[in-house]
């Protein structure tokens, strides 16, 4: 099912024109527009040639979402370059990941926003990355968690990522950003902002009480979080005191949803839609829809996905699949499906 439509982003900057006069981001109390967006990206573009890095190179962008890591993100995709997204979590990995992604050059973002640049030193190259610059496409390469062995080095088409946006009318919303920039949920996430015209907020850290005190100060709506961070939540009892009206949505991923984590949210957050996200880092995040708040059932699909159940597996295949990855063999069987080794059930259409 994988195709080669999609591999042009030309239309991004048009996409965020629509939206200049609006709040796109908020960070440690200053706040970006889509104009301001725009002219940032310009600026690191003409910085990006300066500086010598070339269409087509693999940089590494180590960072959170600060200004200046969204500002260099969006650049390096327009300057068609191949994105390594790391955190600062993940750093006793890192010399083994600029080797597995053929890293030519590194840009660091520290906690003042300040960003540096470094050779990389690797000049090798591989088939799925020498296929996207034939096509000068730009693309994304991200790691997987690596609970099962070594992590894997996937390299996605960041315009089949981005397929799905380029028609995008939600309703904007102010969206706290969580998952980080290296997990494609915390990528996932920043793209859906973007080009549905919402705003960005970040919390000082991701902890409860810095959570719940940015709801609060800037009115977020919509929580992206995981299981665990809910049951932190639950746990701290530190929403006491917040003004927390604001919330309209949490969306919960990445990991199973303990049913008693669900009600206790559900409780705590009686007039919030609860909804489960699903995806993979080979896969993409695709659309879903919960049976209800207190349900794990949930409708998995959206244009561009198949999905089938085979021995109480599931199994998708998707437009927006990966290419392959760098370090290990294809995971894809002939036909383009993945098995996710997720063990489902099903009741009629959930």
């Not at 999609?6 to 900057?13: F, L, N, P």
């Not at 380029?166 to 494609?184: G, M, Q, Y």
């Not at 085979?310 to 499906?337: C, H, I, K, Q």
Request: a negative charge; glycine letters at 8%.
């Amino acid at each position: 099912m994988k195709t080669e439509s999609g591999g042009d982003i030309s239309w991004v900057t048009d996409k965020l024109r629509e939206t200049q006069d609006s709040e796109f981001l908020i960070f440690k109390g200053q706040t970006f527009t889509y104009d301001d967006l725009l002219t940032r990206i310009s600026f690191f573009q003409k910085e990006l040639e300066q500086n010598g890095i070339r269409e087509g190179e693999c940089v590494a962008l180590i960072g959170d979402y600060s200004p200046n890591a969204i500002f260099l993100l969006m650049a390096l995709l327009l300057n068609r370059n191949i994105v390594v997204p790391l955190s600062n979590e993940s750093r006793e990995k890192h010399l083994d990941m600029f080797e597995d992604a053929k890293v030519n050059q590194i840009i660091e973002i520290n906690e003042n926003d300040s960003w540096t640049l470094r050779e990389g030193s690797e000049s090798a190259s591989h088939p799925l990355l020498d296929d996207l610059r034939e096509r000068r496409e730009s693309g994304i390469i991200i790691f997987t968690s690596g609970t099962s062995g070594k992590s894997k080095a996937s390299v996605l088409s960041a315009g089949r990522l981005l397929e799905k946006y380029k028609t995008a009318k939600r309703k904007p919303l102010r969206t706290l950003i969580f998952l980080k920039l290296d997990h494609i949920g915390g990528i996932n996430t920043l793209f859906a902002i973007l080009f549905n015209g919402g705003t960005i907020v970040t919390s000082d850290s991701r902890t409860p009480e810095s959570v719940y005190q940015a709801v609060d100060k800037h009115a977020v709506q919509v929580l992206p979080a995981t299981p665990t961070f809910l049951n932190m939540l639950l746990m701290s009892k530190a929403d006491a005191g917040y003004n927390l009206s604001s919330l309209r949505l949490i969306t919960y991923g990445t990991e199973p949803m303990p049913q008693s984590t669900l009600r206790g949210i559900h409780r705590l957050f009686p007039d919030v839609r609860l909804k489960q996200t699903y995806g993979l880092t080979e896969l993409g995040i695709f659309s879903t829809k919960s049976k209800d708040s207190q349900s794990t059932w949930m409708k998995v699909g959206g244009a561009g996905t198949e999905t089938k159940i085979t021995g109480g597996t599931l199994w998708v295949r998707s437009e927006s699949a990966m290419l392959g990855y760098l370090n290990a063999p294809s995971p894809f069987d002939e036909d383009g499906w993945y098995d996710t080794g997720d063990q489902v059930e099903t009741a009629g259409e959930y």
